[in-house]
């Protein structure tokens, strides 16, 4: 952790704040996670059940999609914004704590699980996107919808393994 007063932490923060160029990008950043949303919805609605987008702290957007194969293990897809990374990914997350440490447990032989160390709110996180042109959204929306084809098949296959 910071070894920084919290006096100096927020007069570093307002000075940030005052060109108005965090809070634009992190509207607009938003934004956009709701409508990849809405581009889930259309490409994925009699697949998926999709909740709303969630945000509210500076380091994750994202919005969850479930299936009912996903629903009876009590698991969920969440497609991820990390804006430290500024990447999209993809996160296995379980309902509650004892279904995640279960999961992880259970797909230790998967590529895509730390075996050393599960993540503190999900069963694996992998890269969607890692390089997004956030510029060009029709571009970016195609690249993460193909990426999330193709890597939810293998979790798929994975899950019905174990």
């Keep these: ?18 060109s108005g160029n965090v809070q634009t990008a992190y509207q607009s950043l938003v934004v956009l ?26 380091d994750f957007t994202y919005f969850y999609l479930q299936n009912e194969f996903l629903k009876q ?9 990390n804006h430290k990374h500024a990447n ?4 296995l997350l379980g309902q509650t704590k004892k279904v995640q440490v279960e999961y992880w ?11 050393h ?7 694996f996180e992998t890269t969607l996107l890692d390089a997004p042109d956030f510029d060009n959204r029709p571009q970016l929306f195609e690249a993460i919808v193909a ?3 193709l890597l939810s098949v293998r979790v798929f296959s994975e899950l019905e393994a174990v």
Excluded at 1 to 18: D, F, G, I, P, Q
Excluded at 73 to 81: F, G, Q, S
């Design 147 to 149: 990426n999330f084809e």
């Design 105 to 115: 447990q259970r797909l230790q032989a998967f590529k895509w699980v730390n075996t």
């Design 88 to 91: 999209f990914e993809l996160r």
């Design 73 to 81: 293990r009590r698991l969920k897809l969440a497609i991820v914004l």
């Design 117 to 123: 160390e599960m993540p503190e709110y999900s069963i």
């Design 1 to 18: 952790m910071c070894n920084r007063s919290l006096n100096e932490l927020v007069s570093e923060y307002k000075k940030v704040l005052a």
């Design 33 to 58: 996670v709701q409508g990849l949303r809405t581009e889930f919805s259309k490409t994925f609605r009699d697949e998926y059940k999709f909740a709303n987008v969630l945000h509210g702290y500076i």
